[in-house]
Each structure stands twice: as C-alpha cells, then as structure tokens.
C-alpha cells in the first residue's frame, strides 16, 4: 500500500520545537514508572527530565470524563488543565523498548535500528466520527485498533514491525484519564507486534484525530508487492473476514433501536449487542496476525496485501496491479459462526459482509499452485490471464468475479 523508501532510520518524532519531547535523559526522575513488559535483554528506557507535573492552569477547570469506564460523575483533569509537555511526559515515561530501538523519546527524532538496509514505512489515519466513536469504544479499544490497522500493512509487505510514531490532535476538554487508556491501549498493541511507540506529536484540535507511522524490517527478504500474481496462482487468505462489519451492524442496529442512547454503557445493554460480543469486539479491536506477512513471504508468496477495505475490494488491488482476473469461489471462504449468527439475526446475505466489509485485517495472497501454504491459510480462488473480456464481468484483466460473476454486492469501503 505504501512505498518501500532506502531511508536511514530515523524517523522525525515532532513538527515543532516546543512539542519536540526533547528533554535529555537524566537520573533525575526517580519515580515509580507505570507497569509495562518486564525488560527483555538489550531493552532500553528512557526518562525524562521533568520529575513532577506543573501546576494545574486555573483557567483551565477540570471537567466530567466522557469515558464511561470512570466512575460517573468523577471529575477528572483534562489535556487543557495538565498542559502540552506534562502530557509528553506522561505518555513517555517508563517505557521499555526493544533492541531494534537506538534511541527513544527525548531527542529530536528517534533512532531505529537497519540491519536490513531498508524500511517498510506506512501511515494511517482516524478520525473521531469517521473512523471510530468514543460511544462505541473504550479509549483503550481505539489506541489498540490504530496501531493493528498499521501493522497489518507493514506485515503484508512481508516485514516485521520496528516502531510507531503517533501523532494526536484533541479538544482540550479531553480527560487525562482517557488519554492514559489510549496510551496504554498504543503501546499493548504495539508490543504484541513485536515494536514500541517511539515518539510522535500532540496539539490541541476540535476533533480527536491520531495518525500512526509505522516503520518495518524485511530482514533480508524481498518485499512482497501488489503486482506479482501470476497466471496460475492460488488466491488465499490468512484467515476469515466479515467480523468486523457484523460488529458495526449490530452496533448500528443496537442504536438504531434505542435512539435515545448517549452512552457506551447504554449500548452494551442492548440485547443484540450482548448476543454478538465476538463480532463487535472483532470491530472495536481487530487482531492481526503479524506473523503471518513474513511466513507467507518465505512460502513463496507472490503478491499480497491486507484486507482494509473489503476482500472484494483489496483483492481488485491485487487484480489490477498484476493485470490479471483473480477469479474468487464464495463456497471456498472461511466465515466463523458468530458472523453467520449475527447475518440471520440481522436478515443479512453473509456474503455481503464477508467480500464486502472491511477492517479484518487478515492478509490476501497469491502463491504458486505448488507452494505449500502455511498454517492458518485458506484457498479461496484463483488466478487466470486476462480473456480478451470488454471491461463488464469475467475475462477482464484487473477485475474480480465470484463464482463466475461480477459481484454486485457492496464493495467496500472508501475514503471520499
């Protein structure tokens, strides 16, 4: 999805100079850090110089916590209140970082370590309303989503992941207590795909918007691009789709049914919502596997990407770069039994979720008809040269059919 760049790696953790987190290491701070991961050898922390918050701006009041995982009623301190840099330093401190990490927070930029010569680099966005509701997911939830949905890319190139760096815009208002389970959700995420938050950016802004890097490693493979399916090929995935759009509909359909609800406690008592808690976790938090990228890579993958948009959607990414029909049979897909239970429930054509939803984050390959796919891989179709077809269906190079056909269900997500 995005390009491969001969970069050195260092990669720029702030815009400006006055948000740069850039107070020297120091043993100053003496503090109990937070929990996190028990050092591994060759982990490093780095600490700030700034061992207590500055005082509370009185202009500033404290206001009620949105995040109904408080107490209610409770009143917290907001991002307003704490100030810029002791918000830095509280999502900064204490960390323990992997060996791939030179240099952390503190500094200008962070330093990563390139042993392969070459950095996997991709970035994703979302935005509060757009792309998730703070209603519908804990902060801890959203911080975790914003790190799968990157890493999912960074693993269909067939690297591993070395680092993150988040950017986060917000309304002052925000309570610190969210932000705490946003960074805490950040960094759960990013140590179960093997990296750390290595720095980024705050401001202040009227929506809540984070945009996430994510920096890989190849280590020594060669990337596994869009454009390689070839005649022949076998079309497969690494896991099922559909969960994630099943989630959304029973949320949907759980507030759509009680118009009146403000709250996330609220849509948690929703009877559907209880009944389908599988699809709509698998919408809160999606689960990657990052391993599979690099797996798929030495099985010989040719071509690949992850499925963001919509199997669908993605595979036609696949279809048009390497110019061929990718040709997909819907009797062949894996679909799991909490996303058959909520399409009968809900009186939707299962079919519509699984080519058509988005936000699995499982991996679309080809690989060649002989290859031995790894564990967790399921063929769902094929490849074939371009027929001479007049751009409307089957025998069209860069296009995909189901079971024959041009699929006429939903196509998945788009941006605009």
């Keep these: 999805m995005h390009p491969l760049v001969p970069l050195a790696a260092a990669h720029r953790a702030t815009t400006r100079r006055r948000s740069s987190c850039r107070r020297r290491s120091t043993l100053r701070d003496r503090r109990p850090p937070p929990p996190h991961p028990t050092p591994g050898p060759g982990a490093r922390r780095w ?47 204490g960390r323990t970082y992997p060996d791939s990490v030179v240099l952390g927070p503190g500094d200008d930029a962070a330093v990563l370590a390139a042993a392969d010569g070459r950095v996997v680099v991709t970035t994703d966005m979302l935005v509060e309303g757009r792309h998730f509701r703070r209603d519908w997911s804990s902060a801890l939830d959203i911080g975790r989503k914003a790190i799968a949905q990157n890493g999912a890319d ?27 389970r946003l960074n805490a959700g950040l960094w759960e995420e990013a140590v179960r795909a093997g990296a750390a938050v290595v720095g980024g950016d705050t401001t202040g802004g009227d929506r809540l918007v984070l945009s996430v890097t994510a920096l890989g490693d190849l280590a020594g493979r060669r990337p596994v691009r869009r454009d390689g399916a070839r005649p022949g090929d076998v079309l497969a995935v690494s896991g099922p789709t559909g969960a994630s759009a099943a989630g959304l509909a029973v949320l949907t359909a759980g507030v759509e049914s009680h118009a009146a609800l403000e709250s996330h406690a ?20 999606p689960q990657p596997d990052y391993d599979a990228g690099p797996i798929a890579s030495r099985a010989g993958a040719t071509a690949m990407c992850d499925v963001s948009d919509g199997l669908v959607a993605d595979a036609t990414h696949l279809a048009v770069a390497s110019g061929v029909v990718l040709a997909v049979e819907s009797d062949r897909l894996p ?55 007049d751009g409307g269906g089957a025998g069209d190079g860069g296009t995909v059919t189901v079971d024959g056909h041009e699929w006429t269900g939903p196509r998945g997500w788009t941006s605009f």
């Excluded at 992941?161 to 969210?178: I, K, N, Q, R």
Aim: aromatic share 4%.
């Design 47 to 93: 600490h700030h110089g700034r061992s207590a918050r500055p005082p509370v701006r009185e202009r500033t009041p404290a206001v009620v916590s949105r995040d109904t995982s408080g107490t209610p009623g409770a009143v917290d301190e907001t991002v307003g209140s704490v100030g810029e840099f002791a918000l830095i330093a509280r999502i900064t401190e």
């Design 154 to 180: 960074v693993a269909a190139m067939g690297a591993r992941c070395t680092g993150f760096v988040v950017a986060l815009s917000c309304p002052s208002d925000v309570p610190m207590s969210w932000i705490d």
């Design 266 to 285: 609220g849509v948690e008592s929703h009877a559907g919502v209880e009944s389908h808690a599988d699809v709509v976790a698998a919408h809160r938090v």
């Design 335 to 389: 679909v799991s039994a909490a996303v058959r239970s909520a399409a009968a429930d809900l009186g939707v054509d299962v079919l519509d979720w699984v080519l058509g939803g988005g936000e699995d984050h499982v991996l679309l390959a080809t690989f060649p008809a002989d290859a031995a796919l790894p564990a967790g891989w399921t063929v769902v179709g094929s490849a074939r040269a371009d027929g001479g077809g």
